[in-house]
C-alpha cells in the first residue's frame, strides 16, 4: 500500500496494490479547510455517480437503447474530466485512464449501434410511432404503411451486407414482417385502436371492467361476444349508437363470431386439457368413437 499525502488539498490518498483508491481526510485540518475538503468529496462522489448511471442505463421502453445512450453520457464526462485542473491527483488520473479506455474500447462497437438505432428510428417514424410526434400530420392508412415499410426493407437491405449488426437487425426485421406484419396494422384501420402493446391490453382491461359493472357478473364471457367491437362505436346518444349497430349486417356479424369462435377452440381445449387432463382426454376419446360409430359415417 503506498500513501500520497497532499498538502495543499487536506486529504491523504491511500492507493491499494488491488489498485483501488481511498481518501483519509486529515484530522488535524482546521474547520475551513475541512469544510472544503467536504465539498471537494461531495462533487467526486457526483462524478461517481454520472459514470455509475452511464453504464446502468436500460428501459423497457420500444426504440430506446440505453447502451447507446450510456456511451454518449460518458463520452460527455470525459471532455469534463480532461478539462480539470487535476494533474498528478491520484483518484482523478485513475478515473480519467479507465473512462478514456472504456469509449475508446467501445468506439467502433458504439458506431455501428447508432447506425443500428438510426435505422429503428426511421421503422418507427414509417410506423408513425410514438402518436404524440405525428399529431399534425395525416394518419396514414395500411396500404400507405405497407409500402414505405416495403422501402425502408429494400434500402436496409442495400446498407446492412457487410455489417454484421445490421445485417442481424434486417433479418430479424424482414422476418418478423413477413410473419407479423398483417397483423400489426389493425392499429391504422381501426380509429381509436392503440399502437402500443400495453395501452392496448389497458384498453381492453377496462372494457372488461365495465362489463362487470353494467351486468354485475364476475365472468366477462359476454364481452367476447360483443365486446371487440366497443372500441369501434362513439356514439353521443342511444339514437346514433342504433344507427351504427344498424350499419354491420346480421349476416357479417353472424359469420365473424363463427370465425372468432373456431379461433378460441385451441385456447379452450389447451385451458381443459391444463385444468384436467384425464378428463379432457376421455371426453375426446368419446366423441371420437362416437363419430366412427356414426350411421352417416357408413353410408357416406
Known amino acids: 500500500m503506498t500513501l500520497n499525502y497532499a498538502n495543499k488539498c487536506g486529504w491523504i490518498w491511500v492507493v491499494c496494490p488491488k489498485r483501488r483508491t481511498f481518501r483519509i481526510t486529515a484530522l ?45 453520457q460518458l463520452e460527455s464526462i470525459a471532455p469534463a474530466l480532461h478539462a480539470m485542473p487535476v494533474s498528478g491527483h491520484a483518484y482523478f488520473g485513475r478515473l480519467i485512464q479507465q473512462v478514456d479506455r472504456v469509449l475508446e474500447k467501445n468506439r467502433t462497437l458504439a458506431g455501428t449501434i447508432d447506425k443500428a438505432y438510426t435505422w429503428l428510428l426511421r421503422i418507427s417514424a414509417c410506423l408513425h410511432y410514438p402518436p404524440r410526434l405525428y399529431r399534425d400530420t395525416p394518419f396514414p392508412t395500411r396500404h400507405q404503411v405497407t ?15 457487410g455489417q454484421r449488426i445490421l445485417l442481424a437487425l434486417y433479418s430479424g426485421l424482414r422476418k418478423r414482417w413477413e410473419l407479423f406484419g398483417s397483423d400489426l396494422l389493425h392499429c391504422f384501420d381501426v380509429p381509436g385502436l392503440p399502437q402500443d402493446n400495453l395501452k392496448v391490453e389497458s384498453l381492453f382491461g377496462r372494457l372488461r371492467s365495465h362489463q362487470r359493472r353494467i351486468s354485475g357478473r364476475k365472468s366477462t364471457q359476454p364481452l367476447r361476444d360483443f365486446g371487440h367491437y366497443q372500441i369501434l362505436f362513439a356514439a353521443e346518444s342511444e339514437g346514433q349508437l342504433l344507427e351504427q349497430l344498424r350499419g354491420v349486417s346480421i349476416q357479417d356479424y353472424q359469420k365473424h363470431r363463427k370465425l372468432q369462435i373456431q379461433a378460441e377452440g385451441p385456447r379452450k381445449f389447451l385451458a381443459r386439457l391444463h385444468r384436467d387432463p384425464g378428463k379432457t382426454m376421455r371426453v375426446l376419446a368419446e366423441q371420437y368413437a362416437a363419430h366412427l360409430s356414426s350411421p352417416d359415417l357408413h353410408t357416406a
Do not use: C
Not at 55 to 64: I, L
Not at 147 to 161: H, K, N, P, R, V
Open 28 to 72: 488535524f485540518l482546521n474547520p475551513g479547510e475541512a469544510e472544503k475538503a467536504d465539498e471537494l468529496q461531495e462533487m467526486e462522489e457526483q462524478f461517481r455517480m454520472a459514470i455509475r448511471d452511464a453504464v446502468n442505463r436500460a428501459t423497457r421502453k420500444p426504440f430506446y437503447w440505453g447502451g447507446l445512450k450510456g456511451y454518449h
Open 147 to 161: 409500402q414505405e415499410m416495403q422501402a425502408l426493407l429494400t434500402s436496409f437491405e442495400a446498407e446492412a451486407q
